[in-house]
């Protein structure tokens, strides 16, 4: 007992538990609608992990939410909601296409340069949320949401302006193939690559058959970044003195508003990184009109939150995150179960993760029942 | 001592550990039926703890309890309540934008038929008690329109309307001006009179001295004993709280002023609700010395200490620290002008309360490079800094330079923050209310440090709510009225009354 | 098959296809199941898992997803892929590309609008300009020049584009302007966009014509017909020729009345029932090729000379 109560107060117990509560709710959900539980389960981690090309799809699809969700955590040890995450990402996602269509250097040059558009953007709506906290007092849940739908239908619109519409589609042309960052984007595709491959069918699958692109070492990369900036520096130091007491930090001649502009700087050039990656290392390597969100900064909000603003955490948080969505298809396609069972599931770890404060709790009622028994 | 229903709480070899920290090492406690009994120990003695014990906020590991001779177990709050004991924290729980009857009926809210508030009876209700015991108080005022004093007595008949018969009150005179104090005491006078029984806890030896019928000592989580408050002086109640013999009164050489180094000129200063409050103040605080500005709370205290440190903004005048101007710049410009400030409320302005102790003893500082190159902050070096002001200081518990400073009792946490502020020896020292909720150890411990900087070399400007500290503590003594300093005196050639009357507005400049 | 993002409740052409699949899943026993794309990163991966479960036959709904499916076509030559909404210029031989001349059930509602109008105004909602949006659009002004010819009419046309499949609201600002402006039915062929242009109608009280689907269920007082296409028919054709084997891949195929794939719902209470058997002897003569309605502006411009 006393090692359940102590294991119960390390942080990431609140993690796991409500990880393993949201799959046995899962599990019941499916149950309920007619759907065994067992083989359900197993087409979902056979989704997953299944294939190497799995496991593959996997990591790309992780690349933008660990950076959405690093973003979101950063943000809120800097004491700052950044619910616009979902738009910054959209923002990025545009300066990308418009210089990856515009500009066509060689990849040296264009890579960076596409990539650094797509991150500016994101930059300038994080920092236009931070700077309108600082200057006039406005809450940044309140202009963030309103910057979403702007991010939204700017996308809307430049997809429809005649110099980057691809006539026939909702989308925009494909940015310059010298913007890739797949992992050898030409050869693999030419025979003498398609040959080589053959060799190696985990390679061949892997390479051929996903966009296995640079996205996820520079996603990893930024979440180890950020809880570096956060612990080790005199930046990060400031920006939790703010975020845990903005008065004291005031008192402490730290620049307040500076910091509060500054970290929404950094959490919206996050989320922009993660669309300019998305632009670059993603078929179809353009944007669409978007009729809704595509939720790469929502799911951020999600993945912060499971990895309990950790940054480090956010890595394997957004690894979950994307094996739940990415293998929830797998349900769907040989159960037939609708993918809102994946949805609940994911839902229902997010809402336990938001109860996190129940498992010391628990562990407190623990402590005291047993305390109870060894009176009586 | 004997179990008997002459006693209202009996408390018998109390135990309560946190991890491997003995909080609380077999404590008694004895409280007489109809008294007052004050528990009186330095913060961090395990007073509060007792009282959460008692509470059932906390559960003892060991020991028992009796109420009226009988012997119970209390697991929660509610528990408590049932069995007639009733808490004042010392922060109170109070909804601001409610009224005082619908504070005192929350969550016990008087219905009438088919569930609904019957808030007109509530009232009745409510006034009834407000009779019976004395406490005036409107009924219908909102909490945020009525003064500390007043809040304090609508926590007290919450207690009562929930039918207490013992009250335990936490700290009740910490927030309280002098004259709400006499007030304070003459209440808890009354509710004896009337059959209730009320432990306070305190460490203000006047206090005890003029209230309390019996005095319980813990020290370290340890019993000291109880001794009867009629049979006993200040000076043993301090020593035997502190362990040492205490000077209550504060040792000082003569002061030997040098420079100017603050220099205030008609200074004039907006609060936040837009109305001037400091008009036209002028002040100078040389070097070596210490200048006490004493005045009733209100009198544009907090404002005019805010504008040198440039967190509110000085509609006129001028502030030059060492002949440099410095009004409206920065928080950091002062600070590196060389102005060090020990906050008047140490939880909102001087700690970030879940960084650790190494964090918070470089908040002004981290920029330095001896604290990691360029933008690399070096925790380890942090920590070492912290450890030394640690033990300079003597901050307890020993090596809580990792733990979070919310942790930590008062005490411990005003030495971090007075630690932090003079170890950058600044040229000027400004303390508000720097003993503030603090035990005679750690005020004795405050004014000492205020002294050691002042000789030194450093200007001090001490800014205190009591007039015991002022008069004792300061080289100058500097009454503020109505944002103005109407009077300064060299220490020694003026009386308390004199002073009390300026404060009060009396008398002219 | 793999839906477009638009899911498989979208009440349109990705609820018609898996309706289509469903039916051969009743009818034949073939094993057949969908994954949903939430955004267009997702189009390839999906049709991959779609491999993966060894499909013989895997379908993309949309020309969102031409390339994504041609890719995949390329990549996995076993297998059979076939489009909705589709062409292609290259042909691969296990690649089929579906495309339906909306242009002939587009004919027949410009017909009963102009039959059908009082104010002698009528209305035109695209979503977004391209080749499949030119059939609806001009294949309805023929439909209009027909019976003004026919009747001696002279009802107008007014055309826009909501530059959107998706955005309804300002599918329903567009229509909102043209109700005030006089006209009195509105055809739309707009996807969800669409649906605001229904929606204006029912707010205005006047008459709105569906798309691809019935759509009067929306407003049964206010969508007065629809504007067919029979993907759920087109799926099972194919699927079965390309099945059987009659069907080769490498081809594009172009359904209408012919192949009964296209057409106008039955139900036409808010119509008049001339008008209607009008219309349905029209589709005879478009059948048998009396009739060709125009595809885009110049076969358009043809036929109005023509006329």
């Known amino acids: 007992m006393k090692t359940i109560v102590k294991l119960l107060r390390k942080p990431i117990a609140a993690s796991i538990l409500a990880i393993a509560v949201g799959f046995l709710i899962a599990a019941i959900v499916l149950a309920i609608a007619g759907y065994a539980p067992g083989p359900s389960f197993a087409a979902l981690f056979n989704g997953m992990i299944g294939k190497p090309k799995y496991i593959s799809n996997v990591v790309i699809k992780a690349t933008p939410l660990i950076l959405t969700g690093t973003a979101v955590a950063f943000a809120f040890k800097t004491g700052l909601f950044n619910i616009g995450a979902e738009g910054q990402y959209v923002t990025g996602t545009i300066c990308a296409a418009i210089v990856g269509i515009s500009c066509d250097f060689p990849p040296v040059l264009q890579v960076p340069l596409v990539i650094l558009a797509g991150t500016l953007g994101g930059a300038a709506c994080g920092a236009l949320v931070g700077w309108l906290k600082a200057k006039f007092g406005i809450n940044e849940v309140i202009t963030s949401i309103m910057l979403n739908w702007i991010s939204l239908y700017a996308c809307n619109f430049v997809v429809n302006v005649p110099a980057f519409h691809q006539p026939e589609s909702t989308s925009t042309y494909a940015v310059n193939p010298s913007s890739y960052t797949m992992i050898l984007p030409k050869w693999k595709l030419s025979e003498e690559g398609l040959a080589t491959l053959k060799g190696t069918p985990w390679l061949y699958e892997v390479l051929v058959k996903t966009d296995v692109n640079v996205g996820i070492l520079i996603a990893v990369a930024c979440a180890i970044l950020i809880a570096v900036l956060l612990k080790r520096t005199k930046m990060g130091y400031e920006m939790r003195a703010v975020g845990l007491n903005r008065e004291a930090a005031q008192f402490a001649g730290i620049n307040v508003n500076r910091n509060i502009v500054t970290c929404m700087l950094i959490s919206g050039a996050l989320c922009g990184l993660a669309g300019a990656l998305a632009v670059t290392g993603l078929e179809p390597h353009n944007i669409s009109t978007l009729a809704a969100f595509e939720n790469n900064g929502f799911n951020g909000l999600s993945v912060a939150f499971i990895a309990g603003s950790s940054p480090i955490g956010c890595i394997f948080a957004g690894f979950l995150f994307s094996g739940l969505i990415y293998g929830g298809q797998s349900v769907q396609q040989v159960m037939g179960a609708p993918s809102d069972i994946i949805n609940i599931m994911i839902g229902t770890i997010v809402f336990l993760m938001a109860l996190s404060q129940v498992v010391p709790m628990v562990a407190d009622w623990l402590e005291r029942r047993e305390k109870g028994v060894a009176n009586a | 001592m004997e179990v008997s229903p002459e006693y209202a709480v009996q408390m018998h070899g109390i135990v309560k550990t946190f991890g491997s920290f003995r909080a609380l090492d077999g404590v008694d406690l004895d409280v007489r039926k109809q008294s007052i009994h004050a528990i009186l120990g330095e913060n961090g003695a395990g007073k509060s703890t007792l009282m959460n014990v008692l509470y059932g906020l906390y559960q003892a590991d060991g020991g028992e309890l009796f109420l009226n001779g009988e012997k119970v177990s209390i697991n929660s709050p509610t528990e408590a309540i049932k069995h007639g004991i009733g808490m004042v924290h010392q922060h109170f729980m109070l909804v601001e934008n409610f009224t005082v009857t619908e504070n005192i009926v929350l969550g016990e809210e008087v219905c009438g038929t088919a569930g609904v508030l019957d808030m007109a009876k509530a009232r009745q209700e409510v006034v009834k008690i407000v009779e019976e015991y004395g406490l005036e108080v409107d009924p219908d005022a909102l909490i945020e329109d009525i003064t500390v004093g007043m809040q304090q007595r609508v926590e007290i008949l919450k207690a009562l309307y929930r039918g207490a018969d013992t009250l335990i009150l936490d700290e009740p005179t910490a927030v309280l001006t002098p004259q709400e104090i006499g007030q304070l005491i003459k209440i808890m006078r009354d509710l004896v009179s009337k059959g209730k029984t009320i432990i306070i806890i305190t460490h203000k030896l006047k206090e005890i001295m003029s209230s309390a019928d019996e005095c319980t000592i813990i020290r370290r989580g340890r019993y000291m004993g109880t001794v009867d408050v009629a049979q006993t002086n200040e000076a043993e109640l301090a020593s035997k709280m502190v362990g040492r013999h205490v000077n209550l009164h504060v040792e000082k050489s003569p002061s030997r002023p040098g420079e100017t180094v603050l220099s205030i000129r008609d200074l004039h200063v907006k609060d936040d609700r837009g109305i001037e409050v400091v008009k036209g103040l002028s002040l100078d605080v040389h070097a070596g010395e210490i200048v006490g500005i004493a005045g009733i709370d209100g009198n544009g205290q907090r404002e005019f200490v805010d504008a040198i440190d440039n967190l509110v903004h000085a509609e006129s005048g001028t502030i030059e620290v060492k002949g440099k101007q410095i009004q409206n710049t920065t928080p950091r410009n002062t600070i590196e002008t060389g102005v060090a400030t020990v906050p008047s409320d140490r939880h909102r302005w001087g700690l ?12 002004e500082r981290h920029n330095e490079e001896r604290f990691g190159k360029g933008i690399m902050l070096d925790l380890a070096k942090v920590e070492e800094f912290a450890r030394g002001l640690i033990e300079e200081y003597d901050i307890r518990p020993e090596g809580c330079e990792s733990q979070p400073a919310a942790g930590l009792s008062g005490g411990n946490q005003q030495k971090v923050i007075i630690a932090r502020e003079v170890s950058g020896e600044p040229d000027l020292l400004v303390a508000v209310q720097p003993t503030r909720g603090l035990d005679v150890g750690a005020i004795e411990f405050v004014h000492k440090s205020l002294i050691r900087e002042r000789d030194r070399g450093a200007a001090i400007l001490l800014v205190s709510l009591e007039l015991d500290e002022v008069m004792d503590v300061s080289d100058t003594i500097a009454v503020i009225h109505d944002g103005q300093i109407v009077g300064s005196f060299e220490q020694g050639t003026v009386t308390e009354e004199q002073i009390g009357l300026l404060m009060a507005g009396g008398g002219s400049k | 098959m793999v839906t477009d993002t638009g899911g498989v409740s979208d009440q349109s052409f990705n609820q018609s296809s898996w309706e289509g699949l469903q039916q051969l899943e009743s009818d034949k026993g073939w094993e057949v199941s969908y994954i949903e794309s939430k955004q267009e990163s997702d189009y390839a991966t999906n049709l991959d898992k779609a491999v993966d479960d060894e499909a013989n036959l895997v379908w993309g709904i949309g020309f969102n997803m031409a390339d994504a ?123 969800g966009a669409g649906a605001g242009v229904i929606e204006a109608a029912k707010e205005a009280n006047q008459y709105a014509i569906g798309v691809d689907r019935d759509q009067n269920y929306l407003a049964p007082d206010n969508v007065i017909t629809s504007a067919l296409k029979r993907v759920d028919k087109a799926i099972i054709e194919v699927s079965t020729q390309i099945e059987a084997g009659t069907l080769k891949g490498g081809s594009n195929i172009e359904l209408g009345f012919k192949e009964d794939c296209v057409g106008i719902p039955e139900k036409h209470d808010l119509i008049a029932d001339d008008v209607y058997q009008a219309a349905l002897a029209l589709s005879e003569k478009i059948k048998d090729g009396s009739i060709v309605p125009p595809m885009n502006k110049d076969s358009y411009d043809k036929y109005v000379a023509s006329l």
């Open chain 2, 352 to 363: 970030v309360l879940p960084f650790s102790v190494a964090e918070n003893s470089v908040l």
């Open chain 3, 69 to 191: 499916v041609a890719h995949s076509a390329q990549t996995n030559p076993d297998v059979q892929f076939a489009i909705i909404d589709n062409a292609y210029d290259e042909s691969q031989s296990n690649l089929t590309g579906v495309t339906f001349r909306a242009q002939e059930p587009s004919f027949l509602v410009g017909y009963i609008a102009a039959r059908t109008t009082k104010t002698n105004k009528i209305g035109f909602v695209g979503g977004i300009t391209g080749v499949v949006i030119d059939q609806f659009d001009y294949g309805y002004r023929a439909g209009v020049d027909y019976a003004n010819k026919e009747a001696g009419t002279s009802v107008e046309v007014q055309g826009q584009y909501a530059d959107s499949f998706s955005d309804a609201a300002k599918g329903k600002a567009i229509a909102s302007k043209m109700f005030s402006d006089g006209c009195d039915i509105v055809f739309h062929a707009a996807g």
